[in-house]
C-alpha cells in the first residue's frame, strides 16, 4: 500500500510560499523583523510533522473508512 505521505508530498509544499507574513526588515521592531523567517520555520516544522503522521496511513486505510462508512450508513 502507498502511504499518504508520498501523496502530501506532492502536493502540499514544505516551504511556505501561500502564506503571508506581516512584518518587513528594515522595520525597527525586532518582532517585525523576524516574522517571515521564524513563521517559515514553523511551517516547515508543521509540515514535516503531517508528512510523518500521514507515513503511518495508506490509500488501502482510506478506502477501507469509506467502504465502512457506507456499511454503516446501511446497519
Known sequence: DTPLSNL???FASS???GRIYTGTKESDCKISNEMSRVMSNYHRREFEIIEKYYQNIS???ILNDILMEGYNEKV
Do not use: C
Open 59 to 61: 490509500i488501502g486505510d
Open 15 to 17: 516551504q511556505s510560499f
Open 8 to 10: 502530501f508530498k506532492l
